[in-house]
């Protein structure tokens, strides 16, 4: 389950949701753009056709008659929930058919000790995917940007829902779910960007 985990949960599947057109169809800013651009040698056009229409004499409009267009900014928006989510729409399937494979075998109290410990190696894995492993030595781990870091916490919620499924008997309690560990890796974005001095001066208190 463990490499399941790490390769669906990985940060190369985080660039893929911030890929700009990364399921291949085309931005609407871009699209936009694109329009404006093709409308501006149109029309450069149909002027430079009037105007060998009508000869070298035409007189060009003052410039406080010419009207100019401003085009705003390319803003890209953000991934929506549903994109984010269906990034790891595998994981969700792997784990439904598994989950009702153990199910079919197992006692309801040996079902929840299993999707306990499941839980705890998707925390786990979050929190590897998130913050380097404490040891004396250094770490070449790059940090997360904001963005990346919202895709990684919007999962862990998106998984958090799936195993409480909705509150059902055959969900796992939402007191199991939302433990110490997992509101420590909700919680981290408040001291992401902090130094090492000041990590290790909260630690100490």
Same mark, same amino acid.
């Given at each position: 389950?463990?490499?399941?985990?790490?390769?669906?949960?990985?940060?190369? !599947?985080?660039?893929?949701?911030?890929?700009?057109?990364?399921?291949?169809?085309?931005?609407?800013?871009? !699209?936009?753009?694109?329009?404006?651009?093709?409308? %501006?040698?149109?029309?450069?056009?149909?002027?430079?056709?009037?105007?060998?229409?009508? %000869?070298?004499?035409?007189? /060009?409009?003052?410039?406080?008659?010419?009207?100019?267009?401003?085009?705003a /900014?390319?803003v890209?928006? %953000?991934?929506?929930?549903?994109?984010?989510?269906?990034?790891?729409?595998?994981?969700?399937?792997?784990?439904?058919?598994?989950?009702h494979?153990? !199910?079919?075998?197992?006692?309801?109290?040996?079902? @929840?000790?299993?999707?306990s410990?499941?839980?705890? @190696?998707?925390?786990?894995?979050?929190?590897?995917?998130?913050?380097?492993?404490?040891?004396?030595? !250094?770490?070449?781990?790059?940090?997360?940007?904001?963005?990346?870091?919202?895709?990684?916490?919007?999962?862990?919620?998106?998984?958090?829902?799936?195993?409480?499924?909705?509150?059902?008997?055959?969900?796992?309690?939402?007191?199991?779910?939302?433990?110490?560990?997992?509101?420590?890796?909700?919680?981290?974005?408040?001291?992401?960007?902090?130094?090492?001095?000041?990590?290790?001066?909260? %630690?100490?208190?």
């Amino acid at each position: 389950m463990t490499p399941v985990l790490r390769h669906t949960l990985c940060r190369n !599947a985080i660039k893929l949701v911030l890929k700009p057109n990364s399921g291949g169809g085309l931005d609407y800013n871009d !699209a936009l753009r694109i329009s404006n651009d093709a409308i %501006g040698r149109i029309s450069a056009a149909y002027r430079s056709a009037v105007s060998a229409a009508q %000869g070298d004499y035409s007189i /060009p409009p003052p410039a406080s008659e010419v009207a100019t267009t401003k085009v705003a /900014p390319t803003v890209r928006r %953000g991934p929506t929930d549903a994109e984010i989510e269906a990034a790891i729409h595998p994981l969700f399937d792997y784990l439904d058919t598994n989950n009702h494979t153990l !199910a079919s075998t197992l006692s309801p109290d040996a079902m @929840q000790m299993v999707m306990s410990k499941l839980w705890k @190696q998707i925390l786990t894995t979050v929190e590897a995917l998130i913050v380097p492993p404490l040891s004396d030595k !250094a770490s070449n781990m790059r940090a997360l940007s904001d963005s990346e870091l919202d895709v990684a916490l919007r999962w862990l919620k998106f998984l958090r829902d799936f195993f409480y499924a909705g509150g059902d008997s055959s969900g796992v309690p939402l007191a199991t779910l939302q433990n110490a560990k997992f509101n420590e890796i909700m919680s981290v974005r408040i001291y992401y960007d902090w130094n090492t001095d000041d990590l290790m001066e909260v %630690g100490n208190l």
